[in-house]
Nanobody, 126 residues
Framework: QVQLVESGGRLVQAGDSLRVSCAAS????????MAWFRQAPGKEREFVAG????????YYGDSVKGRFTISMDNGKNTVYLQMNSLRPEDTAVYYC???????????????????WGQGTQVTVSA
């Protein structure tokens, strides 16, 4: 099973950009659906962005579409989330997730993912 470690979260100001990373070990990404989720205090875990298992398609949550970009470096076994035009409402713990059973209809459902990182805190000040 793949192990995931996120990094790069920090305090930024509204309008800033930030890139967070998810490094995998124990397995390559091949055959895994990969995604970023986030969770703010008192709120449910929210889908942010994801790759299909083939890696050929990307998906985004409505609240981040056009501002965030998910990418993958297979050589480094790392998935990135580039976040631009950050807003205070983007403040959350950001989690990386992987799952072999993820299909297109379940890519936005956190229950479809078996492996999770510990999360990285992103705080956006107004």
């Amino acid at each position: 099973q793949v192990q995931l470690v996120e990094s790069g979260g920090r305090l930024v100001q509204a309008g800033d950009s930030l890139r967070v990373s998810c490094a995998a070990s124990g397995s390559t990404f091949s055959g895994y659906g990969m995604a970023w989720f986030r969770q703010a205090p008192g709120k449910e875990r929210e889908f942010v962005a994801g790759f299909s298992r083939s890696g050929g398609f990307t998906y985004y949550g409505d609240s981040v579409k056009g501002r965030f970009t998910i990418s993958m470096d297979n050589g480094k076994n790392t998935v990135y989330l580039q976040m631009n035009s950050l807003r205070p409402e983007d403040t959350a713990v950001y989690y990386c997730a992987a799952g072999r059973g993820v299909i297109t209809s379940s890519i936005r459902n956190y229950r479809a993912y078996a492996s999770w990182g510990q999360g990285t805190q992103v705080t956006v000040s107004a």
